[in-house]
């Protein structure tokens, strides 16, 4: 079993900036890909960022050249630096990471959520 925990959530004005973290405890020696979904009153959960153990990143058009994700394989957190937000960056923001053997992912955990709100 994996367990995640998320902080730094808050409220921030709009052109503010927050650092999300999430650390990965438990059997986590086999995660591969971490990650950064939202989810906004009324809609889906959307992503927003993911990374791989090798450094590979993908991020949602929303929040391309505005967010940044990052990670420390040792202690198995990711993070998500997040610059110039807006209103409509206000949401739920959950923490992901996958398990994999041998290629395929066999566990998909997340975390409780974080909330972070943009004021105009």
Same mark, same amino acid.
Do not use: H
């Given at each position: 079993?994996?367990?995640?925990v998320?902080?730094? /959530?808050?409220?921030? &004005? @709009?052109? *503010?900036?927050? #650092?999300?973290?999430? =650390? ?5 020696f086999?995660? %591969?890909a971490m /990650?950064?979904?939202? &989810? @906004?009153? *009324?809609?889906q #959960?959307?992503?927003? =960022? ?7 990143t %993908? ?11 990052s990670r ?39 975390g ?9």
């Amino acid at each position: 079993q994996v367990q995640l925990v998320e902080s730094g /959530g808050g409220l921030v &004005q @709009a052109g *503010g900036s927050l #650092r999300l973290s999430c =650390a990965a405890s438990g059997r986590a020696f086999s995660i %591969n890909a971490m /990650g950064w979904y939202r &989810q @906004a009153p *009324g809609r889906q #959960r959307e992503l927003v =960022a993911t990374i791989t153990s090798g450094g590979g990143t %993908n991020y949602a058009d929303s929040v391309k050249g505005r967010f940044t994700i990052s990670r420390d394989n040792t202690k198995n957190t990711v993070y998500l630096q997040m610059n110039s937000l807006k209103p409509e960056d206000t949401a739920v923001f959950y923490c992901n990471a996958e398990e994999e053997q041998d290629g395929l992912t066999i566990g998909r955990y997340w975390g409780q959520g974080t909330q972070v709100t943009v004021s105009s």
